[in-house]
Each structure stands twice: as C-alpha cells, then as structure tokens.
C-alpha cells in the first residue's frame, strides 16, 4: 500500500497572534512553527501504524518554502519514508491542492490523507479539494480508520453523531482524533530523518481562487464582574437583565 | 443576484445553523435552497418565513456522500444561475464545500462571521478564533460556509416554494453501515448555552453536577482537553483548539485553568463565566462574570437558582 500525508505548517499553539504591514501579514517575529497537530497527531501515525501491519510507504507531501524543511525533518523523524516539498508559498487552498492532487496523479496512492484542518487557517478545504481533483471519495473528519485489503471501515463525524462507513481504495481522508496517538520521535529516528530522501519539485502553474486582504483582532474584553459564591442569586440576575442571555 | 443555499436535513429536521445559512443567503440576494433526503415539504415551504423564495429538494440522496451531495448542489447552481453559494460551516458542509469549490472552480471563503463587504470580502475566523482574516474572491463564482451561531436569524412570514429536483448525483462512492447518535438532544456545535467543566471536577463521577446545571439551563455541556483524553467525558465535547469551536451566547466553564489552546476554541462566546478556586487562573481575564470558589459548592447553588428564575419567568 502506498499512503499520501498531507504536512503543514502551524504556529505554536501558545503564539501570540498579530499582523504587520498595515494588517495585511501575520507577524511572523518570535513565532515557533510545528507542524499541525492534526496532520502529525492523527493522519501521520495512523498511516504509519497501517505500514507496519500491512507493508508499504509513508510518504509525506508539503507545500512550502525552505523554511519548512524543519518540519517535514520531523515528520520524518517520527518514521515517514520519503518527503516530497512543493516549492512554493502556499496562499491558497485551491492552489495548494492542486499541487498535492498533481503529484497524486503521477505517484498514484492508495490513500491520501489531510489532517482536519489547520489551526491557522482553519479552512478545512484542502482534503475535500484534493479528493474532487483525483475524482475520489472523500470521508470527511475520520476518529477511526481499519483497512482490510482494499476495504476501509471509517468511522466519521457527522452532525449529532457517528457514522460507521465503507470505502474502497484509492479515496482522500481528512483525520480528526480519535485516529491514531501521538508518537515522541527518538533519537534514533532524528538521526535516520537526516539521510531520508526529501525531493523537492517545482510548482505546476494554477490560479488563486482567494486571497486574505487583510486581518484583524478580536475586540478587548472589558473587565471581569466578580461575584461571591454564595450569592448565585446575584449571577442569575446579572445574566438576565444586564448580559440579557437567559 | 441568484444565491443558493445548501442546507443538511439527513437527521429529518431543519437545525438552527440550516435556518441561519438561508437567512444569510437571504441577505445577498434572491435565495433558492436545495437539500436532500426524505425531509417533508411543509417543514421545507417553512423556510420561507426566513427568506428562501424556493426549495429544491432531491429524495434520491439520502446519505452524507460529499461526491454526491456536490454533484446536486452543482446542477442546481447551474439551474438556477447562481453565483453565490452558501452552506453552513457544519460537518457536512465541511466536507460539500471545498468539493464543490473545486469543481465549479470557485473562491471558498470558510468560517465566515459576517455578511460580505461592499468590496465582496468576507469575514472569516483564523488562527482558532484569535482573529479575523478579510476573503477577498479572484473567482466569478463564490462560495461562503457560514460559522454557526455568528448571525441573527430574522422572520420575513414569507413561504418558500417547494420543488422535487431531480439531477444526476452519480453513484454513491461512501456506504454507511452504521450510525451512533450522540446522546443528549442539544448538539454542541449549535447549542446557545453551553456548560463546560475542566480537571478541576476531579472525577467522571463528579459530572452529575454539571449535567443538572446544563439541564435546568437547558444547554450542552463540553469539557477542556485532558477530560476527554483520559475519558472521562466523551471526545465530542472536547473543546478548543484540536476540539470543537463554538460560540454561544453564554460559556459557563467550571474547573478549567482557561489554557490559550481551550480558549481558542470558546472566545467568541457572548458571555463567559468562570468558576475557578484559583483567583490567579488566567481563564479570569477572558470571563464577563468570575466566582472564585469552588465549583462543587457553586454548581449546585447556581442550578437551584436557575430553576427558581425559571419557575418565575
Ligand atoms: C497543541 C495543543 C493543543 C491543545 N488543545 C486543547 C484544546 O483544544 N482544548 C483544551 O481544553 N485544551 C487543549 N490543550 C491543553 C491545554 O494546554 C491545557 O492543558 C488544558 O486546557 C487544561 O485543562 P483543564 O483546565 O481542565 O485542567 P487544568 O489546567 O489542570 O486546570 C484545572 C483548573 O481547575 C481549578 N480547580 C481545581 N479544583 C477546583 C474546584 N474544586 N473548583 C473550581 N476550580 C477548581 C484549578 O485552579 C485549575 O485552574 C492543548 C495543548 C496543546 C499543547
Ligand atoms: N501547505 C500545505 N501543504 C501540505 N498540506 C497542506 C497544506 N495546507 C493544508 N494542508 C493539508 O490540508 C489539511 C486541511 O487544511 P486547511 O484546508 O487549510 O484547513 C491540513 O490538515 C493538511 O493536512
């Protein structure tokens, strides 16, 4: 079995966040990138736990810029065999796919997963995208995944439940958890990552579809009310007649 | 302007996020909703009253099938010649939406808060609710998927007309064996109240606390992170950052320290209280309200009270 695992990017959870450039950038100054803990957590590990009982590869796909080697370094580090980086900036989710889908096509996969979403952009756009461009199934938020020969049970999330489903390869899974536990790489998987190939190949021409003009913050909270303990009265009243939400 | 709205009824009703899609669309222009399943036509001529001039509704599809639900939305984009659509950021529409984005090669803008700007930009959430981007679209045709909870929904007493549609959706790709509703009747993701507890309540078997509070209230209940990993509630409500984002009109959270990653995840609720032992706990500067005790005391006063405001109300 050949397995596809989407890499990207994300800030480190406890950044601050602000923009630059007349709000127009995120300000990159101070912050750490790891990589998305839905694509390292769940997607990565469940594909490699399906490597190890059934054979194959793991190979993972970024697209990106020198700057994230580190991070495809330790998806590696953790037991990827092969890394692939798309070189370019990745602006756009139709843009992004597209890569991924195109060398998908070429390198023909029997699974390809995403994570969720990514916790900067929390678009959750780029799996369900890259399953239209192969013409693929797409489960959609899976916190289980068993594979039987060329038949997978997932179970996925959906409105006001669970939804046990059958799939046959070659489809597009995007990984929420439940999927997989995370793995600590060793040492001994930092030291392999350095060795393990990581190709990068140049972008296929594609459109943007959109394009962030501009962000802002949230409005600062005024003060916190304290009330006592012992007075839930007193909450109770605040919330209807000042907060008005009961 | 021609707007189609998406809206999922596989559970046989129309949820409040569904109502707040067409009322959205309802906004931009002149809306058509389309939907599938087995849902009745009354329900359907319904939502009129929120602005949808008419409702196509395709019976062969009973199932969440992205591949499928997409081909739909398509041939009734297409008929009706829209050039927006509009789902709901919901679990269906997270995976309808980028599909169909890619097929009609149109802009996605997802999270989306608010209605769009007279340059067309949309407001949508970023970086797990810590800020706002602005979408602007390269793309003729637009699709937005709606943050539930984020807009008003308001009644015109309009009926919509209700239309059987029948387009070529392809076969279905996903075969569901199997479905396990989540127990409790007021989903997470939509509830307007919300009751939320952390490793402070010390135990699973302490949660009876929090479960009588969300019931006199009548609001869900979600807990932080390390609760459901080590199982003592269920991982659906897990919220924050790797969990569910929500925004209800008033977050009570009990025993949760307020980490950067759970606030994430409910900052952009109306109200926030806070019940916490710790004065120093840093959920305390995100709270409209704080009580500085401890929650096995105050959580059963607040429900008694709440159940006395609502025998008088
Ligand atoms: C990448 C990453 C992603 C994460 N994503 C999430 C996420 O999505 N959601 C999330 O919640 N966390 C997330 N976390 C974890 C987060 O950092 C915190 O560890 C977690 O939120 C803490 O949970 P807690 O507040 O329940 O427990 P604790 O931090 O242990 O806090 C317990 C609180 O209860 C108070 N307390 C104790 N006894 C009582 C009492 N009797 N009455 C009242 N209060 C009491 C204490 O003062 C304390 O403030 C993430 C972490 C990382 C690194
Ligand atoms: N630049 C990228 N390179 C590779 N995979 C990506 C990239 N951006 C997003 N993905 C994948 O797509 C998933 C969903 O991303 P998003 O649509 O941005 O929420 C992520 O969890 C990744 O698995």
Same mark, same amino acid.
């Given at each position: &079995?050949?397995?596809?695992?989407?890499?990207?990017?994300?800030?480190?959870?406890?950044?601050?966040?602000?923009?630059?450039?007349?709000?127009?950038?995120?300000?990159?100054?101070?912050?750490?990138?790891?990589?998305?803990?839905?694509?390292?957590?769940?997607?990565?590990?469940?594909?490699?736990?399906?490597?190890?009982?059934?054979?194959?590869?793991?190979?993972?796909?970024?697209?990106?810029?020198?700057?994230?080697?580190?991070?495809? +370094?330790?998806?590696?580090?953790?037991?990827?065999?092969?890394?692939? +980086?798309?070189?370019?900036?990745?602006?756009?989710?139709?843009?992004?796919?597209?890569?991924?889908?195109?060398?998908?096509?070429?390198?023909?996969?029997?699974?390809?997963?995403?994570?969720?979403?990514?916790?900067?952009?929390?678009?959750? #756009?780029?799996?369900? &995208?890259?399953?239209? &461009?192969?013409? #693929?199934?797409?489960?959609?938020?899976?916190?289980?995944?068993?594979?039987?020969?060329?038949?997978?049970? $997932?179970?996925?999330?959906?409105?006001?439940?669970?939804?046990? $489903?059958?799939?046959?390869?070659?489809?597009?899974?995007?990984?929420?958890?439940?999927?997989?536990?995370?793995?600590? %790489?060793?040492? +001994?998987?930092?030291?392999?990552?350095?060795?393990? %190939?990581?190709?990068?190949?140049? %972008?296929?021409?594609?459109?943007?579809?959109?394009?962030?003009?501009?962000?802002?913050?949230?409005?600062?909270?005024?003060?916190?009310?304290? $009330?006592?303990?012992?007075? &839930?009265?007193?909450? $109770?009243?605040?919330?209807?007649?000042?907060?008005?939400?009961? | 302007?021609?707007?189609?709205?998406?809206?999922?009824?596989?559970?046989?009703?129309?949820?409040?996020?569904?109502?707040?899609?067409?009322?959205? /669309?309802?906004?931009?222009?002149?809306?058509?909703?389309?939907?599938?399943?087995?849902? =009745?036509?009354?329900?359907?001529? =319904?939502?009129?009253?929120? =602005?949808?001039?008419?409702?196509?509704? !395709?019976?062969?599809?009973?199932?969440?099938?992205?591949?499928?639900?997409?081909?739909?939305?398509?041939?009734?984009?297409?008929?009706?010649?829209?050039?927006?659509?509009?789902?709901?950021?919901?679990?269906?529409?997270?995976?309808?939406?980028?599909?169909?984005?890619? @097929?009609?090669?149109?802009?996605?803008?997802?999270?989306?808060?608010?209605?769009?700007?007279?340059?067309?930009?949309? @407001?949508?959430?970023?970086?797990?609710? @810590?800020?706002?981007?602005?979408?602007?679209?390269?793309?003729?045709?637009?699709? *937005?998927?709606?943050?539930?909870?984020? *807009?008003?929904?308001?009644?015109?007493?309009?009926?919509?007309?209700?239309?059987?549609?029948?387009?070529?959706? =392809?076969?279905?790709?996903?075969?569901?064996?199997?479905?396990?509703?989540?127990?409790?009747? *007021?989903?997470?993701?939509?509830?307007?109240?919300?009751?939320?507890?952390?490793?402070?309540?010390?135990?699973?078997?302490?949660?009876?606390?929090?479960?009588?509070?969300?019931?006199?209230?009548?609001?869900?209940?979600?807990?932080?992170?390390?609760?459901?990993?080590?199982?003592?509630?269920? !991982? !659906?409500?897990?919220?924050?950052?790797? /969990?569910?984002?929500?925004?209800?009109?008033?977050?009570?959270?009990?025993?949760?320290? /307020?980490? *950067?990653? !759970?606030?994430?995840?409910?900052?952009?609720?109306?109200?926030?209280?806070?019940?916490?032992?710790?004065?120093?706990?840093?959920?305390?500067?995100?709270?409209?309200?704080?009580?500085?005790?401890?929650?096995?005391?105050?959580?059963?006063?607040? @429900?008694?009270?709440?159940?006395?405001?609502?025998?008088?109300?």
């Amino acid at each position: &079995m050949k397995f596809l695992v989407c890499i990207s990017k994300a800030p480190d959870t406890t950044s601050k966040i602000d923009f630059t450039e007349g709000n127009s950038k995120f300000n990159e100054a101070g912050v750490q990138y790891i990589v998305n803990p839905y694509d390292e957590w769940y997607a990565l590990v469940r594909a490699l736990e399906l490597k190890e009982a059934a054979g194959g590869t793991v190979t993972t796909i970024t697209v990106g810029t020198p700057a994230d080697d580190s991070i495809i +370094r330790k998806a590696l580090a953790i037991g990827a065999d092969n890394a692939v +980086r798309v070189n370019a900036e990745a602006n756009d989710a139709y843009f992004t796919a597209f890569q991924i889908a195109e060398y998908a096509k070429a390198n023909g996969f029997d699974i390809v997963f995403t994570g969720k979403e990514t916790i900067n952009y929390n678009g959750s #756009q780029v799996g369900g &995208m890259i399953a239209e &461009m192969l013409g #693929q199934p797409f489960v959609s938020l899976a916190s289980k995944l068993d594979l039987n020969g060329s038949v997978a049970t $997932v179970n996925r999330e959906m409105t006001g439940g669970v939804e046990i $489903v059958e799939v046959n390869t070659p489809f597009v899974v995007s990984s929420a958890k439940g999927m997989a536990e995370q793995r600590i %790489p060793n040492m +001994r998987g930092i030291m392999a990552a350095r060795t393990k %190939p990581l190709e990068v190949i140049e %972008p296929a021409a594609c459109d943007d579809l959109v394009s962030f003009q501009s962000y802002s913050l949230p409005e600062a909270k005024s003060a916190c009310k304290y $009330v006592e303990p012992d007075n &839930m009265a007193e909450l $109770v009243s605040l919330l209807h007649n000042e907060a008005k939400v009961i | 302007m021609s707007v189609l709205v998406y809206i999922d009824t596989l559970n046989g009703s129309i949820a409040k996020n569904a109502l707040e899609a067409v009322h959205y /669309g309802s906004k931009i222009g002149t809306t058509t909703v389309v939907t599938n399943g087995s849902i =009745g036509e009354a329900e359907l001529a =319904g939502l009129g009253n929120v =602005g949808a001039s008419k409702v196509l509704v !395709h019976r062969g599809v009973t199932t969440g099938d992205a591949a499928q639900i997409t081909n739909i939305v398509a041939a009734a984009a297409e008929a009706e010649g829209a050039s927006t659509i509009v789902f709901s950021q919901d679990l269906t529409g997270r995976s309808v939406a980028p599909r169909l984005s890619a @097929k009609l090669k149109a802009g996605l803008a997802s999270g989306a808060v608010a209605l769009p700007a007279a340059d067309g930009s949309v @407001k949508v959430n970023v970086f797990s609710g @810590k800020a706002f981007g602005n979408v602007a679209f390269k793309s003729d045709k637009k699709i *937005i998927a709606l943050t539930p909870n984020s *807009i008003q929904v308001g009644e015109t007493g309009g009926s919509a007309s209700v239309e059987e549609f029948s387009a070529d959706a =392809g076969a279905a790709s996903v075969v569901v064996k199997d479905v396990q509703k989540q127990e409790g009747d *007021i989903l997470l993701p939509e509830a307007e109240l919300v009751v939320s507890a952390g490793r402070g309540l010390k135990g699973p078997e302490n949660w009876g606390m929090v479960e009588d509070l969300a019931k006199a209230l009548g609001a869900a209940t979600a807990c932080s992170r390390p609760v459901a990993d080590i199982g003592w509630r269920p !991982h !659906h409500e897990h919220v924050g950052q790797t /969990g569910v984002a929500i925004r209800p009109n008033l977050y009570i959270a009990a025993g949760i320290s /307020g980490a *950067i990653q !759970h606030l994430a995840g409910v900052n952009g609720s109306k109200v926030i209280v806070v019940i916490n032992t710790d004065p120093e706990a840093p959920f305390f500067k995100a709270a409209d309200y704080g009580i500085v005790g401890d929650a096995f005391e105050v959580l059963p006063k607040l @429900k008694e009270e709440i159940e006395k405001f609502k025998s008088q109300n």
